[in-house]
């Protein structure tokens, strides 16, 4: 079962899991359009019924990628945020232990560590959050140890970085802000000097993850990004060289809270679910302006 299997993440999931044999059942609050053979379940997972159903044809496995995933939005609805990603989660969780269903992935965010400035983002340091969105994925966590630890459920959180790729046409993230911009012949905003830096992630890398911690048997947590920060300078001149547009820069204030890095190991993921990053940046926002330009599209939806 894929929650949010109409998502961005969870389309390419949802074709990652079919492509390695899997009978996949779909959970979304939308319709999840397709040809190939997937049950599709289109509700609330808050509401009961919803998850009733999902359930109600039997289940290997979970994989959990529905959520609220704003930041900014978890900050000015820390209630709904809390029911959206916590309640839900163990709500899932328990009907994981009543059914004895044995495998659950959730998709977490590197945001539970907190700001460590420049250093690098390990599996094992210490969770502090500064928002409600990181707040409520760590203690998503904490439940899966919890039931991992009580009723010996395979529970896997993977902490995901930036993630990008074809099939973000609707975020507002910014590489689909470049790839809109390169479009149109406008320019980017760019927060300060633009020295910042990121770790981009593609979606590819993302789903292949997902699929071997499903399969790998580890509970625990998992790092899962390309594993090379580069700026934000940087990636204009990489969308750059791909789109052949002049995308020029328009520099702005930076928001309070703005990172100065997001730099993680990703080396311990090799040894935990036999995750490696294998997606170079210039090739992977080719695929996204391949995917924006509308070449793609019948491909990507």
């Known amino acids: 079962m894929i929650t949010g299997g109409s998502g961005f993440i969870g389309r390419a999931a949802v074709r990652a899991f079919r492509t390695h044999g899997y009978p996949v059942t779909v959970v979304d609050r939308v319709r999840y359009e397709t040809t190939d053979d997937v049950r599709v379940i289109v509700g609330d997972l808050r509401d009961a019924e919803t998850r009733e159903a999902a359930f109600a044809d039997g289940v290997g496995g979970v994989v959990h990628l529905a959520a609220l995933t704003s930041v900014l939005k978890s900050v000015e609805l820390p209630r709904e945020t809390y029911a959206e990603n916590v309640e839900v989660t163990h709500e899932l969780l328990e009907l994981c232990r009543e059914r004895e269903v044995p495998r659950f992935v959730l998709a977490s965010t590197n945001a539970v560590i907190g700001d460590v400035g420049t250093d690098t983002i390990t599996v094992?340091?210490?969770?502090?959050?500064?928002?409600?969105?990181?707040?409520?994925?760590?203690?998503?966590?904490?439940?899966?140890?919890?039931?991992?630890?009580?009723?010996?459920?395979?529970?896997?959180?993977?902490?995901?970085?930036?993630?990008?790729?074809?099939?973000?046409?609707?975020?507002?993230?910014?590489?689909?802000?470049?790839?809109?911009?390169?479009?149109?012949g406008e320019g980017v905003r760019v927060y300060g000097t633009g020295e910042q830096r990121r770790d981009l992630v593609h979606v590819d890398d993302v789903v292949r993850a997902i699929v071997l911690a499903y399969e790998s048997g580890y509970t625990g947590r998992a790092i899962v990004g390309a594993g090379r920060s580069v700026s934000v300078l940087e990636m204009v001149e990489t969308v750059r060289a791909v789109t052949g547009a002049a995308l020029p820069v328009e520099h702005v204030p930076a928001p309070a809270g703005e990172m100065p890095a997001v730099v993680v190991d990703v080396s311990a993921s090799a040894e935990t679910i036999g995750y490696q990053p294998e997606v170079a940046l210039s090739d992977g926002l080719a695929t996204a302006w391949k995917y924006f330009a509308g070449l793609d599209r019948a491909e990507a939806p």
């Open 124 to 184: 094992d340091l210490p969770t502090r959050p500064l928002t409600p969105y990181g707040a409520t994925k760590a203690a998503c966590e904490m439940l899966l140890s919890g039931y991992a630890g009580a009723y010996g459920i395979t529970t896997c959180a993977l902490r995901f970085t930036n993630v990008y790729g074809p099939g973000m046409s609707h975020k507002d993230s910014f590489v689909p802000r470049m790839m809109r911009a390169a479009l149109n």
